[in-house]
């Protein structure tokens, strides 16, 4: 439907668009009156928002809760609140060394002269937060952008509309608006949002959306870094402790109902181990999880849309010939236990999109470097986890695959670890955002470069042909062929 078919809806996306356009100019303005904030203004507004997210941590928990009609205020708080305040504590440890000029070398043609980078902020910020981790998505950016010295604009999911008042709610308690500012509304504003001329726009959401994000941001030239998610896999090595995997696949499904980024999205196992691992995980999956049925430790799949496409991928994956596992009972309110699927093939829908839910494909392979072509031969995921890899195995297997990250033995645990970088590569995303890598993302690298007063730069200058350039032409570019 169009937003024609619903005029509140339209009437809000209007309000909120002329927020966006009114706040942005009064950011731009604010940052042009203070484009270099020093390291202790940085580190004041990181400290605000720590405290703020401990005071309104549970606030949060419930509007979560709220919006996706059940969700755990224990994963809630682990993910979107101490999440951030992890990423505030390194920003706050490292932001010295991070905003420090770094000297560089000159040529040799340029010696005794001086050249360094220094980091400076971008400006204004846009940072577009999905529904499924919809505080940490949102505010995970924002700290790359204070550390940065910046100023950001947060584009809510539209899935979400208790959380972004809540999170509203949370940085007016620390920021005036034309320091950091929310935005709300449905499709229109999130378009609009796109469009409008930020001097960075972070997105992370999904592939699909993506081009049009980066449509709408280069009509004004704007930079885009990317967390788009994907297919990510499991592997499986011959040999591994299949109860130890099949229990840390089944923690990465039950996860807010696996309705995350870095999800295992399905498993790559040895042949003769499928039909274990298949029982394994169910079962590692109920012993989690006793019951969905209105378990207040698991999540609902946020929205009627979500959880019929879900059902959906599984009737599409019975009818072409699949067995389905069920872990567990199924309740009304949206919770879905996980189902394991064996005999997968490539025409099921599951096998080709991203399930972003408690489904889990387990598939077949011959040996590990088949396991690896199947890898290689789809589009590069976000994660990448391998299971049983030791030694030189381990290190063929990172070479060879391309992912966003790694985490060995488990699932997910690179992202939670902030002096790391997290971001995809392919059509799982580009750039990153996180620790020192963030910090750079959302600063411009200027080069400078200072010539000695008594450096002798007109040896360069015309007319040309004396002695000085023929030599140093000689030197690096050798006697020319006749």
Known sequence: MSAADHPAAADADAGEIARLRALHARQRQAFAAAPYPAAAARRDALKRLRAALRRHQDLL??????DFGGRSHFESKMADVLGPVLEINHALGHLGRWMRSRRRSTELLFATNRAWVMYQPKGVIGIISPWNFPVYLAIGPLVAALAAGNRAMIKMSEFTPRTTEAVRALL????????VAVIGGGVAAAQAFSATAFDHLVFTGSPAVAPHVMRAAAANLTPVTLELGGKSPAIIAPGADLAAAARAIAHGKAFNSGQICVSPDYALVPHEAVEAFAAAVAAAFVALVPTARGNPDYTCIVNDRQHA???????DARTRGAVVRVAGEAGPDRRLPLHVVTGVRDDMRLAREEIFGPILPVIGYGSPAEALAYVAARPRPLALYPFGFRGAPLAAL??????GGVTVDDWGWHVFNHDLPFGGTGTSGMGSYHGEEGFRELSHAKAVFRRQRYFPVGLFYPPYGNLAQRLTLRFYLGKPPR
């Not at 007016?172 to 320091?179: H, I, K, R």
């Not at 496409?309 to 009737?315: G, K, W």
């Not at 990172?398 to 992912?403: G, R, V």
């Open 398 to 403: 990172l070479a060879a695959t391309h992912a």
């Open 309 to 315: 496409r879900l059902l959906d991928l599984l009737a």
């Open 61 to 66: 928990a419930e509007a979560m809760s709220d």
């Open 172 to 179: 007016a308690d620390c920021f005036a608006e034309d320091e």
